[in-house]
């Protein structure tokens, strides 16, 4: 059984950074993908970067393009989201799922039915 166990969100600055950790067991590294989703008060959960554990490919929103880095060590089983320049519209509960599929394009990877394992979620809020 899958299990995923998301740390490191918190209270930030404006402008400052986190790294958000997703611990992962129970399944074989090289044939996932990993995603962080994110939820804000009152809105739609998002995707927000992909990451395959096979191959290393990524993928990102827009919206955090040039901002965020998602990383892998499979040596740890554990995936990762670097945060740089945060703003109060990051503010959000931020989740990792995984899927034993890979995917090509962001658009596909960030589509919600597709993970079966989900983590219980960060809180990450930017403020001054």
């Known amino acids: 059984q899958v299990r995923l166990v998301e740390s490191g969100g918190g209270l930030v600055q404006p402008g400052g950074s986190l790294r958000l950790s997703c611990a992962a067991s129970?399944?074989?590294?090289?044939?996932?993908?990993i995603v962080w989703f994110r939820q804000a008060p009152g809105k739609e959960r998002e995707g927000v970067s992909c990451?395959?554990?096979?191959?290393?490919?990524?993928y990102y929103a827009d919206s955090v393009k040039g901002r965020f880095t998602i990383s892998r060590d499979n040596a740890k089983n554990t995936m990762y989201l670097q945060m740089n320049s945060l703003k109060p519209e990051d503010t959000a509960v931020y989740y990792c799922?995984?899927?034993?599929?890979?995917?090509?394009?962001?658009?596909?990877?960030?589509?919600?039915?597709?993970?079966?394992?989900w983590g219980q979620g960060t809180q990450v809020t930017v403020s001054s």
């Open positions: 129970g399944f074989t590294p090289d044939y996932y993908t």
């Open positions: 799922a995984a899927a034993p599929k890979i995917f090509l394009l962001f658009s596909e990877c960030v589509i919600e039915e597709e993970y079966d394992d």
């Open positions: 990451i395959s554990t096979g191959d290393g490919s990524t």
